[in-house]
Every structure is written in structure tokens, then in C-alpha cells.
């Protein structure tokens, strides 16, 4: 074997090796809701621990399996977010508020990523000929470059989801309080969410202007309200078409729900903040600590190290 092949090996191994020492630490995994209760919720074992079966291994790896089955089963956790059927891919789109088809987005993302490895393979090429690259590199460099690729386009899209739920959360309250004055007003509730959707606008405005038309190409309003809430998939919107749904098939009055709906997403809110503020606390500690600290204590120390300097 090429001895620079060889060293790129071990360094790759040594890397990963490293890596897994580095991930596997407590802090550096988030404990896990059934981790937390795991002790409390657990039945008590009174057997004895000589007597208990062992785990038996899946594979004839044995402790190389209980070291790698922590990471592959973390790693096939964190692809089942991604999600590559077209269809779930398709819900993905159209919770982003794009037009674009599972199909396109497949085909954008296959350009890209053959475009990437296109580029960083002539480039790679012109190291292989010069002889400064060997062209085992040069294809890893390429294919790591496509897969690269592929996965900012799924890293943008989960971001464009995010960025949109926040948007509408962030509108909910308000779109909710006018419909519930319009309501309050005498409106039903078609005529208050084609008022709302008249003179508001955004993501959720736009979602109501949708809902709207569907009823306007014969669809019942409950069951284009129903769409909406698919189609947006949060928590709060879900429970608000669910109010209205009950409200307008029980008759019950309709404006009290809207408001306990507004607030309810304002408390979300307010809890959202809180635990953010609590996560970051840590952070917001390191320029006290590695910032503000060292300079009080240079400016606290220097004086008696001039005053001793000046004695001596």
C-alpha cells in the first residue's frame, strides 16, 4: 500500500477514534425525557446479578458492538429527521410555505450535489496530475463534497420550516384577538377570518386566505380549517381549529375560545423565553469568565506589581 494512502488511513481512524471519545462524554449528549424518569419508573430487580441473563450481542463483534451501537443507533435517529420519501418530503415543502414539488427538490438537490463533486473533483484532479494529492484523496474530497452538498439543502429546508413556525406562532396571537373582535362584532366565523385574512398579512394570513378559497371552490369551511392545520402542523393552530370546529358545530361562543387561544399561544411564548434564557445561561457566562474576570483581576493586581517593581 502507498505509504500517504496508509497515513491518510490511520489518520481517518485516529480521527474517528478521537471523535467517538469526545461525543460519548455526558455533556456532550442531552439527557433524554426517558432517561430522566428511567430510575424512578424502573421495577425493582431482586435477583442477583450472578444469576441475571447477559445481554446477548446482535453481532460476533462483541465490545466493539456495545462501543458502536450508541453511535449507529444516535446516527439513525438523526437520518429519520430527514426523512427521504417524496411524501413525507412533500409535507416537509409544504410546511416551508413552498411551491416546489418532492420531485424538484430531489432533482435541485442531485445538481447540486453533482455540481459539487464536479468542481471538487477537477480541482482535485489538477493536485493528482501536479502530484501533490493522491487520487484516493481526491475522490474521498469529492464524494465528501457531493454528500455536503446534499445535506445543505436539507439543513435550509429544516431552517425555512423553523423560521416559518416562528413566524406564525408570533402572528397567532393577534390574527386570533381580531377574529375574536370580529366575532364579538356579530361576524360568523367565515366572515371574521375573511376579514382578518383582507387586512392582515404574513405567513398565517396567507394560510387563512388559502383556507379561504378552498370554500370558495366548494369545500365545507371545517374541513378547509382542518387542511390548514395539516398543513401547518403546530400544536397551537391545531388547538385553534379544533375550538373553532366544536364551537361552531356545539354553538358555543365562539369569541371566549379565540381569546383562550391567544393567550394560551402568549403563555407558550412567554415559557419559550424562559427556558431559552435558561439554556443560554451557561453561554452568556464565557465572556464574564474568560472576558471580564482576567481584566478586572489585571487591572486589581497590576498597581501592587508597579508598587513592588518601583521598591525593588
Known amino acids: 500500500m502507498n505509504p500517504s494512502v496508509a497515513a491518510v488511513l490511520l489518520g481517518l481512524l485516529l480521527g474517528l477514534g478521537l471523535w467517538l471519545l469526545v461525543v460519548r462524554m455526558p455533556f456532550m449528549r442531552a439527557t433524554t425525557l426517558a432517561e430522566r424518569i428511567a430510575p424512578q419508573v424502573r421495577s425493582q430487580d431482586l435477583r442477583s446479578r450472578l444469576l441475571r441473563t447477559a445481554e446477548q450481542n446482535i453481532t460476533p463483534f462483541g465490545p466493539l458492538e456495545r462501543i458502536l451501537a450508541p453511535v449507529l443507533r444516535d446516527a439513525v435517529q438523526w437520518l429519520g429527521r430527514f426523512r427521504f420519501s417524496n411524501s413525507a418530503l412533500q409535507e416537509r415543502l409544504i410546511r416551508a410555505g413552498s411551491r416546489r414539488t418532492a420531485v424538484d427538490?430531489?432533482?435541485?438537490?442531485?445538481?447540486?450535489?453533482?455540481?459539487?463533486?464536479?468542481?471538487?473533483?477537477?480541482?482535485?484532479?489538477?493536485?493528482?496530475?501536479?502530484?501533490?494529492?493522491?487520487?484516493?484523496?481526491?475522490?474521498?474530497?469529492?464524494?465528501?463534497?457531493?454528500?455536503?452538498?446534499?445535506?445543505?439543502?436539507?439543513?435550509?429546508?429544516?431552517?425555512?420550516?423553523?423560521?416559518?413556525?416562528?413566524?406564525?406562532?408570533?402572528?397567532?396571537?393577534?390574527?386570533?384577538?381580531?377574529?375574536?373582535?370580529?366575532?364579538?362584532?356579530?361576524?360568523?366565523?367565515?366572515?371574521?377570518?375573511?376579514?382578518?385574512?383582507?387586512?392582515?398579512?404574513?405567513?398565517?394570513?396567507?394560510?387563512?386566505?388559502?383556507?379561504?378559497?378552498?370554500?370558495?371552490?366548494?369545500?365545507?369551511?371545517?374541513?378547509?380549517?382542518?387542511?390548514?392545520?395539516?398543513?401547518?402542523?403546530?400544536?397551537?393552530?391545531?388547538?385553534?381549529?379544533?375550538?373553532?370546529?366544536?364551537?361552531?358545530?356545539?354553538?358555543?361562543?365562539?369569541?371566549?375560545?379565540?381569546r383562550a387561544q391567544a393567550q394560551d399561544v402568549r403563555d407558550l411564548g412567554k415559557r419559550e423565553l424562559m427556558e431559552s434564557a435558561g439554556r443560554k445561561e451557561i453561554t452568556m457566562m464565557v465572556p464574564v469568565v474568560f472576558g471580564l474576570l482576567p481584566l478586572t483581576v489585571i487591572f486589581a493586581v497590576f498597581p501592587g506589581l508597579a508598587a513592588i517593581t518601583i521598591m525593588l
Open 105 to 258: 427538490f430531489r432533482a435541485g438537490q442531485v445538481l447540486l450535489s453533482g455540481a459539487a463533486f464536479a468542481v471538487t473533483l477537477m480541482l482535485c484532479l489538477i493536485g493528482v496530475f501536479s502530484g501533490r494529492m493522491t487520487p484516493f484523496v481526491a475522490v474521498l474530497a469529492s464524494v465528501v463534497a457531493a454528500g455536503s452538498a446534499h445535506m445543505v439543502q436539507e439543513q435550509w429546508l429544516a431552517h425555512r420550516i423553523r423560521v416559518r413556525e416562528t413566524r406564525i406562532l408570533r402572528e397567532f396571537p393577534g390574527l386570533a384577538e381580531m377574529m375574536a373582535l370580529a366575532v364579538g362584532a356579530g361576524t360568523n366565523a367565515r366572515g371574521a377570518l375573511e376579514r382578518v385574512a383582507s387586512i392582515a398579512q404574513g405567513e398565517l394570513a396567507g394560510e387563512f386566505s388559502r383556507a379561504l378559497a378552498d370554500t370558495r371552490a366548494g369545500m365545507p369551511l371545517l374541513e378547509a380549517l382542518q387542511r390548514l392545520s395539516k398543513r401547518v402542523r403546530l400544536a397551537p393552530v391545531e388547538r385553534f381549529v379544533d375550538g373553532i370546529v366544536v364551537a361552531v358545530e356545539r354553538g358555543t361562543p365562539l369569541a371566549e375560545v379565540l
